[in-house]
């Protein structure tokens, strides 16, 4: 049977606790989403509207819309949202995938654009703990962490977050994994920053980092901001979550545009493994990191895609590349 849950308020922050039983312990969700579409409205190449080191992404299953992270300048997703004639005012829910600017800078611009038309757009912010533990740079000092700063505002105008220690089903078929486990030793993070802890300074691999699972009936769609717990670690923990599915697609930054060509050909065997269909690499994939992807699990050109501003996967179109990364 599935392990009962709390649902409690503390210092604005809504927590979600008890592990799910069922998909990692003994079988798979039943839900399956029918129809998925995710639309790219943040990464650096761009046939409309603005590029920049950032990501964020419109999801649109079974009537749900959630948007996934929030790009890296203040305006750059509102604006894009308006140029490629989405209407975010209808999202009720966000997901920060973690704390670093380059996926929370458009957070507070959009809520309060949002809210002036709909009070319950982007209301409910998603996010998993230790996305507000104190960040410093080497020496220290100085605070890295850009969401302390926009907890306050974003409550004050009505906004509620919504911590996810365990995987949480937040809709039908419609996962989140809260912190991922890493079993494989990917180092898929850039600048040691360091993590105040009661211990004193760590390094800090954000252990935050969580993906959105979409489960469908030709396998499970993963959404990933930079993938820090790592791709396979984060495919792998998807597979526990919603049982042994294959990758229909995997889309977002993973964080791969740094990696060696043995730790590449290493993550595309895995992906090949796990029979991936469709990959859309955005933001800090990296344009060789796709091409050797493609290359190596065997995808092919119009499954294996640089993402830009507008492309899109459908669940059963597959990927809309527009037309610099066809």
């Known amino acids: 049977m599935r392990s009962s849950r709390l649902v409690y308020l503390t210092a604005g922050v809504v927590l979600t606790t008890g592990a799910i039983s069922t998909p990692i312990d003994s079988g798979r969700t039943q839900h399956r989403v029918k129809s998925l579409k995710v639309t790219v409205l943040s990464t650096m190449l761009a046939d409309h509207g603005l590029g920049e080191w950032g990501f964020a992404a419109l999801i649109e299953a079974d009537g749900h819309r959630i948007l996934f992270d929030t790009g890296n300048r203040p305006e750059t997703v509102l604006q894009n949202a308006r140029e490629l004639g989405i209407d975010l005012s209808s999202v009720p829910d966000m997901v920060l995938s973690h704390h670093h600017g380059d996926h929370t800078g458009g957070l507070l611009t959009l809520r309060r654009a949002l809210a002036t038309k709909t ?34 505002p974003l409550e004050a105008s009505g906004a509620v977050f919504v911590e996810h220690r365990q995987p949480k089903e937040i809709f039908p078929g419609i996962w989140l994994t809260g912190p991922v486990p890493r079993p494989h030793p990917e180092r898929d ?6 993590l105040v802890t009661s211990d004193g300074l760590v ?21 990933v901001g930079c993938g820090h717990a790592g791709t396979i670690n984060t495919i792998e923990y998807g597979q526990k979550i919603v049982g ?8 977002g930054g993973l964080h791969l545009f740094a990696a060696t060509d043995s730790a590449l050909a290493w993550t595309a ?10 990959l ?9 990191a796709v091409y050797r992807i493609r290359e190596l699990a065997v995808l092919g050109r119009k499954r294996a895609v640089v993402a830009a501003v507008g492309s899109s996967f459908d669940a059963s179109k597959g990927i809309d590349p527009l037309s610099l990364a066809q």
């Open 189 to 194: 993070w850039g600048a040691p920053m360091k």
């Open 119 to 152: 009070p319950s757009a982007l209301a409910r912010v998603h996010v998993a703990p230790g996305i507000f533990s104190s960040r410093r740079k080497s020496d220290g000092k100085e605070e890295t962490n850009p969401t302390i700063a926009l907890k306050a």
């Open 280 to 288: 859309l690499g955005g933001h800090c994939t990296g344009l060789e």
């Open 244 to 251: 042994p599915e294959p990758v229909y697609a995997l889309i």
């Open 269 to 278: 065997g895995r992906l090949r493994d796990a029979k991936l269909s469709y």
């Open 203 to 223: 390094t800090d691999s954000i252990p935050e980092d969580m993906a959105l699972i979409i489960n469908t009936d030709r396998g499970f769609v993963v959404v």
